[in-house]
């Protein structure tokens, strides 16, 4: 010992020695452990390894207590033990009845040996009130109730230590269906302290498949109360509903469009179903059912939400049919129905034609006191119905404009209509121009909206002018009305009157018949000549049209011949100008025949002539006499029986046709058609283009009271125009110092006095006489039966009164010169008087 030489190894010797002796020992309490703590009430199996630790085989007791000195539990074993042998020793039950800390001791009774230390042993715990060792499931936080199918959940659960100690445990989930187990998860090694809560978070759980399940989680432990070691839920998993609507078309919003215009159709998807989705939808456009455009567009849509797709713009480049239809191809779709919505678009074609104008006809004539009634033919050749404006115009030759009409219109889509448009009469003869337009808008194609056409206006003969005259008196040429018994379609065209072959029968035979004008002055280089005609001829006879110049002395010139028949009357408008071998100047007379001729076979009913109009051809007849202005009963005064009046007239020569001699006429007839009066003057060689007065004499001095005809009338043999021979018109004498029936100024009847022919262009007077108080209206009328002016309307006691016209219409427009008529009414006499008005 504490010495250090050079080879310590030899320094120390050791020797083992075998001890010989008797030892037992209590090895090992296990039940109970020493620190534990245990519930009140625990029933514990006390338990104790006990060891020989001698050299020879030993036997002892073996004794357990519980707190030896309150005598709470007490036992006894007994045990035999060879060398080196450990027996455990279990003893009877101990019940811990009560709470508190206790020792629980083992020993050996009775017994000695070579080791006492190891004979006794002793272990410490305590017994608490409830479980000293109790885990349970007390919440299950997921999976709960209803979940969607696909859905990805993270189960979770609440763990609490409801015991005394702390505890280390493993927990189990798990996810079944009534055919077995489809998840499981393990979470080991889990802790907790008593009395603490905790959460335990598991794998992801992905719910592949619909239907019912249950979730059970369970903590893997041995402890007081295994009743809450299980917690359960009830899963439903609900099969996911793909499903998209498309709510509605927001473009194309209207349903028809102008050409040209372009749109960004759109549409509305909602998603309807239990998931976001991702969207394709299709947009197909078919032009009258053939496809020009196939667009995709995908956009996400998130469930419960709405989205709106635009696709590319698509112009309406032609007419017609444009359909869309929009189309959600979303893949398992679960309602297919309200994947789909369509819209049919029209492109409008606004497009009308005027096809026609049917009245006035091209290159015909017109006389200028006759109403043309123009008429239209338009066709819809566009898809939608239109409201319209007929623009229609007249033109003089010179391009002037004489007028100009608007007309509403309507017609519908593919149908063809005739309007009527506005009436209008030509003021003077002439070459004439009538346009005719449509206006509208939008209007696809204005290029077919106008038609125009050209004609004369011709100033026409009257129905009671006899102008023309048959070359001898021996011919079968006749004026007047056609018998409609032989010749039903004769009726004539302008009033009563006609020229005819013959009125009531059938023409002669071989026959050379002429019908001829006066000789009329060539105004203008290309004079028109115009008539209407009907004719029935037998085989072999010709009627013929022929013109001569008769200041140059040539031969006739045929205009046009004819045979056969006709149905009905025929208008023949002749360019005398174009007439073969015709030659004129201006200035120059002329004279127009209308020829029959007949062989000796078989007749019939003939040739008629009507309604003759000219144009560039002297209107005013060449020696023709007129009356143009006479005496008339004065302003305001009264025709007193008794009493004397100078008549008076004024009479004119024609400008051309040479010195006129005639007898003139005065005469006066009371109101029974007798002959009271009558007074004759005769005129030698008045001039061409002279005017001459004329007074009769002795004076008219009326004898009786009431109603009296003056007439004037010129006789002259041959006078081309005799229409304008003759005037007439009634005068109301007033009795003398009054009489039966009538009081001095109150006529018996109603009567009006107008003077003929007015050479004041801006004043014409008048007197008018009203038998009883009535109501009166007296207008102004045009030759063709339009209104010009109401100079009065009202009622008016009985007597005479007078009245002015200052010669304008009713918008306050100048009147032009020419023949008017008054009519007076009462309401149960009407009386109508022609004035003519010069300057």
Not at 537 to 563: E, K
Not at 644 to 669: E, H, M
Request: proline share 5%.
């Amino acid at each position: 010992n504490k010495y250090i030489d050079d080879n310590p190894h030899n320094d120390t010797l050791s020797i083992t020695v075998f001890a010989s002796y008797h030892d037992l020992s209590i090895w090992e309490i296990i039940e109970p452990e020493d620190g534990a703590n245990y519930a009140q009430d625990d029933t514990l199996i006390p338990k104790v390894a006990v060891k020989n630790l001698g050299v020879f085989k030993d036997s002892a007791y073996v004794v357990v207590e519980l707190d030896y000195a309150k005598s709470l539990y007490s036992d006894t074993a007994f045990v035999v033990l060879d060398t080196a042998e450990t027996e455990t020793l279990q003893f009877r039950n101990l019940v811990l009845s009560e709470t508190g800390d206790f020792v629980f001791t083992a020993y050996f009774d009775q017994w000695t040996d070579d080791e006492p230390l190891n004979d006794t042993d002793e272990v410490s715990f305590r017994v608490s009130a409830g479980y000293v060792h109790d885990v349970g499931i007390s919440a299950i936080i997921e999976p709960v109730g209803e979940y969607q199918q696909g859905e990805k959940v993270v189960p979770e659960v609440e763990v609490t230590n409801y015991g005394q100690d702390f505890e280390t445990f493993d927990i189990v989930a798990q996810l079944a269906t009534a055919k077995g187990v489809v998840y499981c998860d393990t979470i080991t090694g889990a802790s907790l302290p008593p009395g603490e809560v905790d959460t335990v978070l598991f794998d992801t759980l992905e719910l592949v498949d619909p239907g019912d399940y249950e979730f059970t989680s369970f903590v893997l432990i041995t402890d007081d109360d295994p009743t809450n070691d299980t917690g359960k839920s009830a899963v439903h998993v609900t099969a996911i509903q793909h499903d998209v609507a498309l709510v509605r078309i927001l473009e194309p919003a209207g349903t028809s469009y102008d050409l040209h215009d372009f749109v960004f159709p759109a549409v509305e998807v909602e998603n309807v179903g239990d998931v976001d989705e991702s969207v394709p939808v299709r947009l197909v456009v078919e032009f009258n059912g053939n496809p020009i455009y196939d667009q995709v567009d995908t956009m996400d849509v998130p469930m419960g939400q709405t989205v709106i797709f635009v696709f590319d713009s698509l112009a309406f480049d032609n007419y017609g049919t444009y359909d869309f239809t929009f189309i959600a191809e979303l893949q398992g779709d679960v309602d297919p129905s309200n994947d789909t919505l369509r819209k049919s678009v029209s492109v409008l074609l606004h497009d009308l034609v005027l096809v026609e104008i049917i009245e006035p006809v091209n290159d015909t004539a017109y006389c200028i006191d006759s109403t043309i009634h123009p008429r239209v033919v338009v066709s819809n050749v566009g898809n939608v119905d239109e409201d319209f404006d007929i623009i229609s115009e007249l033109y003089h030759a010179d391009s002037t404009l004489i007028s100009a009409w608007t007309v509403n219109g309507f017609i519908a889509a593919g149908d063809v209509d005739t309007f009527t448009l506005t009436d209008f009469n030509l003021p003077t003869a002439g070459r004439y121009s009538y346009l005719v337009y449509l206006e509208m808008t939008p209007n696809s194609n204005p290029s077919d909206d106008t038609l125009s056409v050209g004609f004369w206006g011709l100033e026409c003969i009257g129905d009671s002018e006899r102008v023309f005259y048959p070359e001898s008196v021996a011919v079968s040429w006749e004026f007047g009305q056609p018998d409609s018994n032989v010749c039903p379609n004769c009726t004539p065209i302008d009033g009563d009157n006609a020229w005819c072959t013959n009125l009531d029968g059938y023409y002669g035979n071989n026959l050379d018949d002429w019908l001829l004008s006066p000789d009329m002055a060539i105004t203008t280089s290309e004079p028109i000549f115009a008539f209407f005609h009907l004719y029935n001829l037998a085989s072999g006879d010709t009627a013929s049209v022929w013109v001569r110049n008769v200041s140059t002395g040539s031969d006739w010139n045929l205009i046009a011949s004819y045979t056969g028949s006709i149905p009905t009357w025929e208008h023949v408008v002749v360019n005398l100008a174009t007439v073969p071998g015709f030659a004129f100047s201006v200035g120059d007379m002329i004279q127009v025949g209308f020829r029959l001729q007949t062989d000796n076979s078989d007749t019939s009913t003939g040739w008629c002539i009507d309604q003759v109009c000219m144009e560039g051809i002297a209107r005013e007849f060449c020696g023709d006499v007129a009356i143009i202005d006479w005496w008339t009963p004065p302003v305001g005064g009264a025709v007193v029986q008794g009493d004397a009046y100078t008549l008076w007239a004024k009479v004119t020569n024609a400008a051309c046709g040479g010195p006129a001699s005639f007898r003139i006429f005065a005469k006066s007839f009371n109101s029974d058609g007798t002959l009271i009066f009558s007074s004759a003057k005769l005129i030698r060689f008045l001039q061409e283009n002279e005017t001459t007065m004329v007074y009769f004499s002795p004076n008219w001095i009326p004898v009786d009271y009431g109603t009296h005809t003056i007439e004037y009338l010129v006789r002259k043999p041959g006078d081309p125009n005799p229409s304008n021979n003759e005037v007439s018109f009634s005068v109301e004498v007033a009795p003398m110092g009054g009489g039966k029936g009538s009081e001095l100024g109150i006529p018996t009847t109603l009567v009006i006095n107008v003077k003929g022919i007015s050479s004041n262009p801006n004043r014409i007077e008048l007197t008018f006489g009203v038998p009883h108080d009535s109501w009166v209206e007296i207008k102004v009328y045009d030759p063709l039966g339009r209104l010009v002016r109401t100079l009065a309307s009202g009622r008016f006691d009985a007597g005479y009164y007078e009245l002015a016209w200052d010669c304008t219409t009713e918008n306050g427009q100048r009147i032009s010169n020419g023949v008017y008529f008054f009519t007076i009414s009462d309401g149960k006499k009407r009386i109508t008087k022609r004035v003519v008005v010069i300057e």
